[in-house]
C-alpha cells in the first residue's frame, strides 16, 4: 500500500512558544500507524526546541543551501539540519521560486545535494493562473519534474514525495477543483511510471496543497491519486490539523 503523508508548513509563522505547544499537541494526537507519515516544515529557529521532543513526528527544514559548508552567509546546509534531527526537506515551493529566483536548475542542485545526504525530499511543483488559463498547466508541470527531479536514480526517486501546488492556490482560499486535482496527480503518477516504472509510479505520495482544510480535505483525498496534504494556513492550529489528519485513511 502506497503511504499516505501529511505536511504542515509553518513557513514565517509562529513564535516559539506557540511552536513548541502546536508540535506536542500534534505529537499527542495525530493517528500514526504504518501507513500515515506526519512532517512538520517549522522555521529553521525552532528547530533546536522542536528536536528535543524526540519523536516519530518527523521534523522537516523549509529551506537549506546546497553546498557543504563555506563562505555563504545567512544561509543553512544539510549537514547542519541533520544535527537538528532534520529528516525531510521541502523543495521547490513557489514561494522560493518566485520571492528567491530559485530556478529549476539551481533545485536540481538542492535536489542532489539532499538525496547526496540520505534525506527525504517533498519536491513542490504547480502552475500559476495564467498557465492554466492558457491550458499549458500539464507540460509547464512536466517540465519543473524533468528539469530539476526525474534525473535521479530509482532508488532516490523512491525517498522523494511530490506535491502539487497549484500558485492559485495557495494562501488563497481558493482551491482546485476535484477534477482538476485528479487530471494533474494521474498525470504525474503516469510520468514517474514512463521515467523509472510502473511499480515506481505507484509508490510515490503526490500531495495536494493549496487552501487545503478541514472543510475540503475530505473531498481533496477521496482522489484516488492523492496521498495526503501539505498543509499552510490550516497546520497553524491544532484543531485545523488534526481534523485534516482524520480525513487521511
Ligand atoms: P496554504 O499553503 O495551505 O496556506 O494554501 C500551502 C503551501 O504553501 O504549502
Given at each position: 500500500m502506497r503511504k499516505k503523508m501529511l505536511a504542515a508548513n509553518w513557513k514565517m509563522n509562529l513564535n516559539l512558544q506557540e511552536a513548541s505547544d502546536l508540535y506536542s499537541n500534534f505529537i499527542q494526537n495525530l493517528p500514526f500507524n504504518e501507513s500515515n507519515h506526519f512532517v512538520v516544515f517549522s522555521p529553521f529557529v525552532f528547530l533546536p526546541q522542536l528536536s528535543?521532543?524526540?519523536?516519530?513526528?518527523a521534523l522537516g527544514a523549509q529551506n537549506f543551501y546546497p553546498?557543504?559548508?563555506?563562505?555563504?552567509?545567512?544561509e543553512i546546509s544539510i549537514s547542519q539540519l541533520k544535527e537538528l534531527q532534520v529528516s525531510v526537506v521541502l523543495i521547490g515551493h513557489s514561494e522560493r521560486r518566485s520571492y528567491f529566483y530559485e530556478s529549476n536548475e539551481f533545485l536540481k542542485q538542492k535536489v542532489d545535494s539532499a538525496l547526496n545526504h540520505n534525506m527525504d525530499v517533498v519536491f513542490c511543483c504547480g502552475e500559476s493562473l495564467e498557465t492554466r488559463d492558457s491550458d499549458k498547466h500539464l507540460a509547464f508541470v512536466e517540465a519543473q519534474l524533468t528539469d530539476s527531479l526525474f534525473h535521479v536514480s530509482k532508488e532516490d526517486i523512491l525517498k522523494c514525495s511530490i506535491a502539487y501546488e497549484p500558485i492559485w492556490a495557495i494562501g488563497t482560499g481558493r482551491t482546485a477543483n476535484s477534477e482538476q486535482i485528479e487530471e494533474m496527480h494521474k498525470s504525474i503518477r503516469n510520468w514517474i511510471s514512463m521515467k523509472y516504472d510502473e511499480e515506481t509510479g505507484q509508490s510515490i505520495a503526490i500531495l495536494y496543497g493549496g487552501s487545503c482544510n478541514e472543510h475540503n480535505a475530505s473531498e481533496i483525498f477521496?482522489?484516488?491519486?492523492?496521498?495526503?496534504g501539505l498543509i499552510g494556513g490550516a497546520s497553524l492550529s491544532t484543531e485545523g490539523f488534526l481534523q485534516i489528519a482524520q480525513e487521511l485513511n
Open positions: 528535543t521532543f524526540n519523536s516519530t513526528l553546498a557543504e559548508k563555506g563562505a555563504f552567509t545567512g477521496s482522489c484516488p491519486n492523492v496521498d495526503g
